[in-house]
């Protein structure tokens, strides 16, 4: 019950307020490790940006998703040595579902838009052409935009004014609702960073509101 946990290598996963752990734990001399590790935006408005480069910054090992992120970390001074490439691992949670979808005939009868960074929400000009955009695209290609719930999202919304117009809200869902919709969706309108790479598993095109992706 009292036994003390001394483990020869912690691993953190992703970039989320949680990676920062690895800061103390460092200075307490545990070794660490962190995958997906060396994506990099560098675009230091994001709160993403902070933490991985945080946590790459004090990890003993690094596993990354793609050669470029082990081109950003030798950029940054880390040992070659101890950079692995290893694939991303959103692919094994992506593919249970996958097997099934990609053997059905895509229906394409929506857009799928999902925004909800404060670069886009905590700006009127922006916000207001994103919905613009995607009433542009209900008139073009004579399909409904979905646009998922947030609630700091919907809030700007409505402070801001905003007619949303043709767009409509839905709820958010289970994660196998939501790539079921994507993969039926003519396309995915989205600011996420997962949300660049499960369509590509699902071979649906993604158009990305951002100034930078991390994603190659």
Do not use: W
Not at 168 to 190: F, R
Request: hydrophobic share 40%; aromatic share 10%.
């Amino acid at each position: 019950k009292n036994k003390k946990i001394n483990p020869d290598l912690i691993i953190l996963l992703g970039d989320s307020n949680s990676v920062l752990a690895s800061v103390p734990l460092k200075k307490e001399g545990y070794k660490i490790a962190h995958i997906e590790a060396g994506m990099r935006s560098f675009d230091k408005r994001m709160f993403e940006e902070i933490n991985r480069t945080v946590c790459d910054t004090v990890s003993n090992y690094h596993f990354v998703y793609h050669k470029n992120y082990k081109e950003h970390l030798i950029n940054e001074g880390m040992n070659p040595d101890r950079i692995h490439v290893v694939g991303n691992t959103i692919c094994e949670v992506v593919e249970p579902f996958a097997h099934d979808l990609l053997s059905q005939t895509k229906e394409m009868s929506y857009i799928l838009a999902d925004v909800h960074r404060p670069e886009n929400f905590n700006s009127k000009e922006r916000l207001t052409n994103i919905i613009l955009y995607l009433n542009m695209l209900i008139s073009k290609f004579k399909v409904p935009v979905k646009l998922l719930y947030f609630p700091r999202l919907v809030k700007k919304i409505e402070e801001y004014e905003i007619d949303l117009k043709e767009v409509k809200i839905i709820p958010l869902m289970p994660y196998k609702g939501y790539i079921t919709s994507v993969y039926h969706a003519l396309c995915l309108v989205s600011d996420s960073g997962t949300a660049q790479e499960e369509p590509a598993f699902l071979k649906t095109p993604v158009i990305v509101p951002r100034d930078f992706s991390e994603r190659p």
